[in-house]
């Protein structure tokens, strides 16, 4: 048996005016996607647990099998990790965000999705401030992918208390009300922003940024702290052998702790310029080599943060046309020629609402089809369908048993 899991991020939405109030999954032409709900089944799947957070790291561990309740410990340590950064128990892990604030107010959670090399330039310059300032001893920048961006501290402090918030849920939002908060470190990171800001402010690259007509990196926003997971491996679990597909470090650092391989795919990004044929080619041809392969594809909950509607459909149709339809027909191909069953997932991990620009935890709507499952509701995919529907997964993370296990 061979399974696909397509991940098309933050995707599902509530009803827009701009798209005639339908939703983006509506709005778009997704004949693939519609062919996997009314040929096999739709229902909705809770994956953000009650009492947490609702974002990527807490919602795709419960879409690929791990109870968030159990197993998270934060979500810097998991893109950590994607980056190949050797982490010890007692190591707090910070996510760090370039991101541009204006006038107070949180106006862009990726500082207009800056590139690597102006990340990288701006993150030296500012790791040389941490050197040298004894306030700071312990920590240790690492520069990620675009915005994206990880400090360690080893020194022995503890943020157990120690209260921070995602840049990308306080769009349009007074930065000074969302400043981190608690326990007696809560100021030093309240001065590595102040800091950030003086430093970036004349700062050559946002110079060129400015003159460009982009957003400027203007601070340091850290975030998403804890300390490194414990999780049991996919394979000693469910028995086979996996592998991820994706741009984002926070899916290749969950890949990590479940000793998922991570493909590298040329033309990956988290935008929709990202290239989604390659994506799907490249599933398809690790099915000769791995049971499972999961195709993760960022672009809508970007489009979707950026309150891009327009863009968002676009993303979707793309997945549809380069991901969902390839992987179909090639699955069945190898049925058709060696009797090899197969199955397909696709699901958004959560809803971005593009009229809030943030994340949301309505169950989201999945689409099951392939061997032995059988037909019931017999719509087009949407979230409406999808709450018709007689299957209803209270806690996200079982969705997996269901998807490797069940005949439904």
Known sequence: MKYVLIIPDGAADHPLPELGGKT?????????????????????????????????????????????????????????????????????IFRVNFVTIEDGVMQDHSAGAISDEEGQALLLEYAKNVEASGSFEGMTLYPGVSYRNILIDSSGRDYSALQTTPPHDIPGQAMRDYLPQGGEYAELLQQMIAESEVMFASHEVNVARRAKGLKPATHLWPWGQGRKPDMPSFESRFGLKAAMI?????????????????????????????????????AIAALDEYDLVCVHIEAPDEASHAADAKTKVAAIEAIDQHVVGPIHTALEAREASNGEPSRILLLPDHYTAVSTRKHDPTPVPFALCGHNIHAVLKKPYTEANANESDLHIEHGHELMEYFLKSSL
């Open 246 to 282: 994706t741009a984002v470090d926070l899916l290749a650092g969950i890949s990590v702790f479940i000793d998922w391989d991570r493909l590298p795919v040329p033309g990956q990004t988290s935008y929709h310029d990202t290239d989604y044929a390659a994506a799907g080619e490249h």
């Open 24 to 92: 983006a999954f509506e709005a778009a032409n997704i004949p693939h996607i519609d062919r996997l709900s009314i040929e096999g089944r739709q229902g909705t799947a809770a994956t953000t647990p009650d009492g947490m957070p609702c974002g990527s790291d807490v919602c795709c561990m419960s879409v690929l099998g791990y109870d968030p309740a159990t197993y998270h410990r934060g979500r810097a340590p998991l893109e950590a990790a994607a980056l190949g950064i050797e982490l010890i128990a007692t190591d707090w």
